[in-house]
């Protein structure tokens, strides 16, 4: 099994700064994507930003220049730099990551963390 466990967030004022972190642990051999995904009150979860092992990066146009997604492959973690926060972006944010159980594994699995919520005041 493996689990994704989420940090950083919390409350700050529009224009504001926040960076969310996600680790994962458990059977791992390697991880292919990973990324975050955000789900306001009352709407469908949306992606945020996702990155490749080899660094290649996709941002939701309503984030770009203003997010940075980042990984590290040694230690299994993606982080989530997040400028200019505006209320809009109030909501839990969940690190998803496609792992990759053993050298004889063909395909990925996805995995999800619990989720952490961010709160952007005005």
């Known amino acids: 099994q493996v689990q994704l466990v989420e940090s950083g967030g919390g409350l700050v004022q529009a224009g504001g700064s926040l960076r969310l972190s996600c680790a994962a642990s458990?059977?791992?051999?390697?991880?292919?994507?990973m990324g975050w995904y955000r789900q306001a009150p009352g709407k469908q979860r949306e992606l945020v930003a996702t990155?490749?092992?080899?660094?290649?990066?996709n941002y939701a146009d309503s984030v770009k220049g203003r997010f940075t997604i980042s990984r590290d492959n040694a230690k299994n973690t993606v982080s989530l730099q997040m400028n200019s926060l505006k209320p809009g972006d109030t909501a839990v944010y969940s690190c998803?990551?496609?792992?990759?159980?053993?050298?004889?594994?063909?395909?990925?699995?996805?995995?999800w963390g619990k989720g952490t919520l961010v709160t952007v005041s005005s």
């Open positions: 458990g059977s791992i051999f390697s991880i292919n994507a």
């Open positions: 990155i490749t092992t080899a660094g290649s990066t």
């Open positions: 998803y990551s496609n792992v990759v159980a053993g050298p004889l594994s063909v395909i990925g699995k996805d995995y």
